[in-house]
C-alpha cells in the first residue's frame, strides 16, 4: 500500500527503523515531494536514509562502456585503426544506425587520413653519398699538412732567396710606387692552357646557413699547403675560398691576346675600377711564374673590387696552369691579356 | 653501419624524410637543408648506428631538426575563424586538408605524418618524439578530431 496521509506516520516510523524496501522508499520519497508540508515535520533519521537513497551521480550514463555522443570521436578512430573490440564495434554500429546525422559527421574522419605524395623525391641525393674511404680526424689531417708544408718550406728555401717568399699581390705600376721593390721582366712568352675544375669535383655539403659541412678533401689540403707554404695572409683567404670559391664550378675561358697588362690597367682606371688587387698566385711565389704565365683578368660588372683571382692549380709549381677561381661570380670576362717583353710589371706588397 | 649500407640508407628513406619534412614544413629549401643535416648526423654517427635503425634514428633527427626550425622561425598561426575560409574559393578536399594540418600545432602535426606516411606503430612514433606512448595516443586523437571538425565546418559552410 502506497503513502497517504492517514498512514504517513507509519511510514515514517518504519523509515526511520531501516524497514522500508527501495521501492516503498521511493514511493516515500515522492508522496513526500507532492506534500511538502508532510516534508517539513518529518523526523531528520528518516530523512538521512531517503535522502541517501535518492542520491545519484549526475551524468551516470556517461560512465558506462557504451558509444555516447560523447565518447563516439574515440570509438569511430579506434574502429578506423581496427582497434577497437568486435563488442564495441557492434555498439558503434548500433548507435550510429540510431544517429544518422552523428554517423555523416564520423564519416568524415576517413578523410583525415594523409597519403604520402609519392611524385615528390629529394633531388640532391648524390650530395647524401658517402664514399667507402674513411674519414682522416682532423688531428692527421693537420699534422699531415704541417709535414708537407716544412718539407715545402725546406725545399724551397734550398732553391730560392727568402726575399721571393715575401707575399705580394700584382698592381700597376704608377706614381706613388716604390722602386725598390722586386722588379720582374717578362721574358718570354707563353700560352697558357687554363684548367678547368674537374667535372666530378665533389660539392660541399653545405649547413642550413649555406656553410660547408666540410672541407674538401684531399683537394683543399694541396691548396692549403701551398699557400700556407708561401704567405701567412693565406689565412685572410681561408673563409672565402671555405664559402666563396670551393662551391663554385669555373667555367672554361679561352685566351685571347687583346690588350698587354698594362693596357688593361690602364683601361680599367679610366672605368673608374680599382687598378689594385689583381692577385696572381701561381706556384710558391707570386711573383716569378708572371713572366711565364698570360694571366687573364676578370672583373665583375659595376663592381670596384676585384673579381678573381688566378691561383695554382696543383701543388706542381712548375706546371704553367693556372686555375682561375672565381671569387664573386657571376663574373664575365673582360680584358684578356699577356705580358710582353719589354713589359716591365712591378708588384708589391698589398696592404 | 658500413659506408654501403648508409648509402642503401639515403637510396631508402633520402625521400621519405624529404616529404615528411616538406609536409611539415612547406618549404622547400628548408627541408632539403633538414634531410641533408639529417643524413650528416648519421654519417657522423654510423659507426655506432645500426642499420636495422637508422630509420626511426633519421626521422629522429629529422624530428627535432623540424622542432628546432620551428622554433627559430616565426610561425604566423592560423585563426580559428571560418569565416576567412568562407569567402575564399572553395577548396578541394586534398587542399582542405592541407589548410587543416596547418592549423596543428608541430608535435601533432608530425605524429599524423608519422602515422600516415610511415605507418609507424604508436611506440615507435614514441621513441622518435620522446613522448610516452599515452601522450602519443592522445596527441593524435586530438589531431585527428581536429582534422575532421575542421573539414565538417567547411563543408557545412561551403
Not at chain 1, 563516439?72 to 582497434?83: S, V
Not at chain 1, 558503434?92 to 615528390?120: G, H, I, M, N
Not at chain 2, 654517427?45 to 629529422?62: D, G, K, T
Not at chain 2, 604508436?122 to 618524439?129: L, V
Amino acid at each position: 500500500m502506497p503513502p497517504h496521509r492517514e498512514n504517513i506516520d507509519k511510514f515514517l516510523m518504519q523509515a526511520s527503523n531501516g524497514m522500508l524496501d527501495a521501492n516503498q522508499l521511493q514511493q516515500l520519497w515522492r508522496f513526500l515531494e507532492e506534500n511538502p508540508e508532510v516534508l517539513a515535520n518529518c523526523p531528520p533519521e528518516a530523512l538521512r536514509l531517503m535522502v541517501d537513497e535518492h542520491i545519484t551521480m549526475p551524468g551516470k550514463q556517461r560512465l558506462k562502456k557504451a558509444v555516447t555522443e560523447v565518447n563516439c570521436d574515440l570509438y569511430y578512430q579506434l574502429a578506423l585503426e581496427r582497434r577497437l573490440a568486435s563488442a564495441h564495434r557492434k555498439a558503434l554500429e548500433e548507435f550510429l544506425a540510431a544517429c544518422p546525422s552523428v554517423r555523416r559527421q564520423l564519416e568524415w574522419y576517413q578523410y583525415t587520413k594523409l597519403k604520402p605524395d609519392e611524385s615528390v623525391t629529394f633531388s640532391a641525393k648524390h650530395l647524401l653519398y658517402r664514399s667507402r674511404t674513411k674519414t682522416i680526424p682532423l688531428w692527421i689531417r693537420t699534422a699531415a699538412a704541417a709535414g708537407v708544408i716544412w718539407l715545402a718550406w725546406l725545399l724551397h728555401h734550398q732553391q730560392q732567396p727568402i726575399e721571393a717568399l715575401a707575399p705580394q699581390a700584382a698592381v700597376v705600376s704608377d706614381e706613388s710606387t716604390d722602386r725598390s721593390r722586386p722588379t720582374v721582366r717578362a721574358s718570354q712568352e707563353e700560352i697558357v692552357t687554363l684548367e678547368v675544375l674537374p667535372a666530378q669535383e665533389p660539392q660541399p655539403l653545405l649547413s642550413d646557413r649555406g656553410l660547408p659541412l666540410e672541407r674538401q678533401q684531399p683537394y683543399f689540403v694541396a691548396e692549403q699547403t701551398v699557400h700556407q707554404a708561401v704567405s701567412e695572409e693565406y689565412f685572410k683567404y681561408e673563409e672565402k675560398i671555405n664559402n666563396e670559391i670551393l662551391p663554385l664550378q669555373v667555367r672554361p675561358i679561352s685566351l685571347t691576346v687583346e690588350q698587354t697588362y698594362l693596357e688593361a690597367v690602364a683601361q680599367r682606371k679610366e672605368e673608374g675600377l680599382h687598378a689594385k688587387g689583381l692577385r696572381v698566385y701561381a706556384g710558391r711565389s707570386w711573383i716569378q711564374p708572371v713572366k711565364n704565365l698570360t694571366a687573364v683578368l676578370l672583373t665583375l660588372s659595376g663592381r670596384k673590387e676585384m673579381a678573381g683571382e688566378i691561383r695554382s692549380s696543383n701543388s706542381d709549381v712548375s706546371s704553367p696552369a693556372v686555375r682561375i677561381m672565381l671569387a664573386l661570380g657571376p663574373i664575365e670576362v673582360h680584358h684578356t691579356f699577356r705580358l710582353e717583353p719589354p713589359t716591365t710589371v712591378e708588384f708589391s706588397k698589398q696592404h | 653501419m658500413t659506408a654501403d649500407q648508409y648509402n642503401q640508407c639515403v637510396d631508402l628513406y633520402a625521400d621519405r624524410i624529404y616529404r615528411f619534412v616538406l609536409k611539415h614544413l612547406g618549404r622547400v629549401a628548408e627541408a632539403k637543408d633538414i634531410v641533408q643535416s639529417s643524413f650528416e648526423i648519421l654519417w657522423r654517427n654510423h659507426e655506432r648506428v645500426e642499420f636495422q635503425r637508422s630509420r626511426s634514428y633519421l626521422f629522429q633527427v629529422a624530428y627535432r631538426l623540424l622542432l628546432k626550425s620551428f622554433e627559430q622561425t616565426q610561425v604566423v598561426e592560423l585563426t580559428d575563424d571560418l569565416e576567412l575560409t568562407a569567402r575564399e574559393q572553395p577548396l578541394g578536399l586534398r587542399e582542405a586538408l592541407d589548410v587543416a594540418l596547418a592549423r596543428l600545432s608541430p608535435v601533432q602535426k608530425a605524429l599524423v605524418l608519422l602515422r600516415d606516411y610511415e605507418g609507424y606503430r604508436y611506440d615507435e612514433i614514441a621513441a622518435i618524439t620522446g613522448l610516452s606512448e599515452a601522450q602519443v595516443k592522445v596527441y593524435l586523437f586530438r589531431a585527428r578530431k581536429k582534422l575532421k571538425d575542421f573539414l565538417v565546418s567547411l563543408h557545412h559552410v561551403v
